[in-house]
């Protein structure tokens, strides 16, 4: 699970930059287009590493519906970006960076749903909660197995929580089984001896 979250490179838009410092948007292009400007003439010196900075241009559209130029940084870009501003400036750029990386880990999965009066969870989020795999081929399998407990929704299959939580069961049937209260065999009565007397006859 966590593997396939981290895969995703964290980024952050000069946009967002200039809001949390408060910086116009084009003055922190034009701090990363003098970054940029730099780093051409160094390219021919590679002993200092400089491939790993590529400064993603992007388009976005404004709410006048024009199309404008935006930067996405990654972390390295972002901490040079900002070892320039002042002390402040850095630090809440530095502190929403470290939320983000926070929040990177954190699977957020869509709140169950009501549907038809059945109440169902999220198909692929609850597999991924509960360690199962999305490239099994068990995964349609489930849903040709037991089409009724099924339901495609424009945001994916759901199911129904009663065969969520009897697919857990089934998986887990050690752990059921840990669960039940002891009982002393010497507590249990399994039959009295009247009606062993008339099992035997």
Known sequence: MTTLINTIEQTMSSREIARLTGKRHAHVIRDIREITL??????????????????????????????????????????????????????????????LEKQQGILKVPAPKTINGVKCVAYNYWLLQNGYSLTSGQVRARIKKYPEQFIKTKDGWYMSEAIAKYFLDYRNPQQRIAELPYVSPKQLRLFDKEELKEMIK
């Open 38 to 99: 730099q780093f051409a003439d160094c390219q021919r010196q590679p002993k200092f590493g400089l491939s790993e900075y590529t400064f993603k241009r992007q388009t976005y559209i404004n709410q006048q519906g024009k199309e404008l130029p935006e930067y996405q940084l990654n972390q390295k870009e972002v901490l040079l970006l900002v070892s320039g501003y002042n002390v402040v400036l850095r630090a809440a750029v530095i502190n929403r960076w470290v939320e």
